[in-house]
């Protein structure tokens, strides 16, 4: 029998978060704090580190009415925290 379950249509809100995640990743990764997905290994690039907390910061002003409370402060704590590293580990160097 076939799935009779109705499916919904994509959210876009929901493809941001996705985004605004896999992004912050990729800040951690360049900011040295976690291995590369792809090489396992830890490598610091700040200057992308930089542009990919910028695309974070970015994609999250287009999530902010979107967000529940908890969210919203999970998020800008996320900023907080990737903001935070980013000046500790790069010495503020664009």
Do not use: C
């Amino acid at each position: 029998m076939a799935d009779q379950t109705e499916k919904e249509p994509i959210d876009f809100f929901q493809v941001l978060m996705m985004m605004l995640e896999q992004s912050a990743s990729i800040a951690w990764q360049k900011l040295g704090l976690q291995p590369d997905l792809i090489t396992g290994t830890i490598h610091a690039d700040f200057a992308q580190a930089k542009v990919a907390i910028d695309v974070t910061v970015d994609l999250a002003k287009h999530l902010e009415g979107k967000l529940d409370e908890s969210d919203r402060r999970e998020v800008q704590n996320l900023i907080r925290d990737l903001r935070l590293n980013y000046v500790q580990k790069s010495g503020g160097q664009s």
